[in-house]
Each structure stands twice: as C-alpha cells, then as structure tokens.
C-alpha cells in the first residue's frame, strides 16, 4: 500500500489528548489576553479543527503580529533547506498559549534595576553581569586517626635486584 502524505499524516500521538483530557477547552482559553509583541507557543488541540496549525509549527514559540476577533497571527522560525525562514501564520486563540520562555529575562532586568537603584542611592558600584559558576573554595581534610600530625609519604629508593 502506498505511503501516505497527507496533512495530518504521523500526528497519531501529537493531535491525541491525554488521558481522561478529552472535550473541548475551557472557556477561559477564549479570554487570554493577547497584544501584538507577545511571545506565544504554538500547541494544536485537536478538539478543535477549525484553524489548527500545520503538524510543523506544533510546539513552536512565535511573536505576536496581528489580533483578530478569533485568531492571532504569529511570527514563527522555520528550517527550510540550510536556512531559517521566517513564516507569518495565523492560528485560532484555541491553539495557543503563553509563552514562559521570557520569564527568566523579565524577573533577571527587575533585579537588576532595583540594584542599580540600591546602588546609587548608596553611592557604590554594582556588577550586573551574570557570572559563570566559580570552583569550589580549597580546603583541608581533618586526618582520620585526629592525632593532627602531616604525615608525608614518599616512594622507595629504586634498587636493583639483579
């Protein structure tokens, strides 16, 4: 039998839902605030198959570039042939979701202004750089026997036995 290449093909797992998941969203799915310049991913519910995106762009992040009454347009990355294009899709409000991938840099730019604040009401200079993980401090080892003595050990002589 010939191999098939339709739309939805090898989306057996990808547009299933979980267990004991099944049935149509929750209402509040319709009432996520949404503005132009928000980070959104990309997630199909197959419940719904009125503006389902492409298998591709399924669990993908994308910006927001347009509102409408029932969808948003998103700016999505995709590979194409050695090189990043970058793909303007719309997509119905029941399959997307707010990102969290700018969480960390949001909380990160918060700390930052209030040390920049501390710090010139205190007159001192702040480093607001992230800094790698340094290694750990050096230190020494309490000998087991507790006697407190630094015993040193060293090889035997070389002797020849021949």
């Known amino acids: 039998m010939p191999h098939s290449f339709g739309i ?4 057996r797992h990808m547009f299933a ?3 004991r998941k099944s049935g149509l969203p929750h209402l509040s799915q319709y009432f996520i ?11 199909a519910d197959p419940s719904i198959h009125k503006g ?7 669990g993908r992040t994308g910006i927001v570039f347009n509102v409408t009454k029932s969808a948003v347009g998103v700016r999505v990355n995709k590979f194409v042939n050695g090189r990043i294009l970058e793909k303007r899709i719309h997509v119905r409000i029941e399959h997307i979701r707010k990102s969290k991938c700018q969480k960390e840099i949001i909380e990160r730019v918060k700390a ?18 992230r800094q ?8 020494f080892l309490a000998a087991p026997g507790g006697d407190g003595e630094i015993t040193t050990i060293q090889p035997l002589p070389f002797s020849d036995l021949v």
């Open 8 to 11: 939805r093909a090898r989306t």
């Open 17 to 19: 839902k979980k267990f």
């Open 33 to 43: 605030p949404v503005k132009v310049g928000d980070y959104v991913d990309i997630f």
């Open 52 to 58: 389902m995106p492409h298998k591709h762009y399924h």
């Open 112 to 129: 930052n202004e209030a040390a920049k604040n501390a710090a010139r009401e205190g007159g001192e200079k702040v480093n607001l750089k």
């Open 132 to 139: 790698a993980k340094a290694p750990k401090e050096g230190y």
